[in-house]
């Protein structure tokens, strides 16, 4: 595929696309002046695992990406593959996860994280009208190269799909920017190269990609991976849009904190982006 057979979320015209009301609801919060915090929940992962959502709303999230459990999760570190690993033991699978969170009361959207492994194996429009049709309003897929990523990203899009795609700290300048351009909802800026885990300083790396996004395009910026407690959470919107926080999240629920020591959590990176 050559840069000019991209996705594309533009028009022919150059203009944008029509947006959806994610990436509506995203880019209000950010023209208003709010910061965006997204937690990352891993689906199946308890038996209170749909309570956890709701107290994480419930707490001030803008968004919530709950992830689907897979056996081989390249991006994520030992937390989160821990919480997977526990999932697929008590018996979770795509559909029972996407059965129960569309079962939630929750207020805002709902974004998948998932390995290509697993839309593939259930084919990209099936899975894609599982997704829509379980009240999702878009994917991660983040071992899914933008250059293989046209057919999925059409499928999904067909079923009113975003595709939040990721930008990493060793992206070249005109990768991002197509990378930027294709994806949809918001982007996501890794924070550092590696697994996802908590660091006990935020790399210097996540200030600059959110700076070097901020920089290209106009699509809310999150950064994500290595983001671990509030202070570094508050840090990272001095720059960026907004903030994805996971393992320091599941960490909490592997301990046994439950949907209120989630949904203090989540309060604690609400108060600490708001007050900048």
């Known amino acids: 595929m050559t840069s000019t ?9 150059g203009r944008p696309a029509e947006r959806s009301s994610f990436e509506t609801a995203m880019r209000a919060r950010k023209a208003g ?6 937690p990352y929940v891993t689906g199946g992962m308890g038996t209170d695992w749909v309570e956890v959502l709701a107290a994480v709303v419930l707490a001030g999230a803008d968004a919530v990406e709950v992830g689907i459990p897979f056996s081989d999760p390249v991006m994520d570190g030992p937390v989160i593959q821990e919480a997977s690993r526990l999932a697929l033991e008590a018996g979770a699978t795509p559909a029972s996860v996407l059965a129960s969170a569309a079962s939630a009361q929750v207020s805002v959207p709902v974004i998948a994280m998932t390995y290509y492994n697993i839309v593939f194996h259930h084919g990209l ?15 991660i897929v983040p071992d899914l190269p933008l250059e293989e990523a046209g057919p999925w990203m059409a499928e999904s899009r067909a079923a009113g799909l975003d595709n939040v795609l990721l930008v990493a700290p060793t992206t ?8 930027c351009a294709a994806g949809s909802g918001f982007v996501y800026g890794v924070g550092l190269m590696g ?4 660091r006990s300083e935020l790399a210097d790396s996540a200030l600059e990609v959110a700076r070097r996004l901020k920089a290209i395009t106009d699509l809310p910026v999150l950064v994500g991976v290595g983001v671990t407690d509030a202070a570094q959470a508050a840090r ?16 909490r629920l592997l301990s046994g904190e439950g949907a209120q020591g989630a949904g203090e959590f989540v309060a604690q990176l609400r108060g600490a982006v708001d007050r900048g």
């Open 5 to 13: 057979d991209l996705p594309t979320a533009r028009g022919a015209d």
């Open 33 to 38: 002046g709010a910061k965006l915090v997204v």
């Open 125 to 139: 429009q099936r899975f894609a009208e599982m997704l829509a049709g379980s009240r999702f309003s878009g994917s």
């Open 172 to 179: 070249p300048p005109d990768r991002a920017e197509a990378i």
């Open 195 to 198: 697994v996802t885990g908590e």
């Open 236 to 251: 990272v919107c001095e720059v960026a849009d907004g903030v994805i926080v996971g393992s320091a999240l599941v960490r």
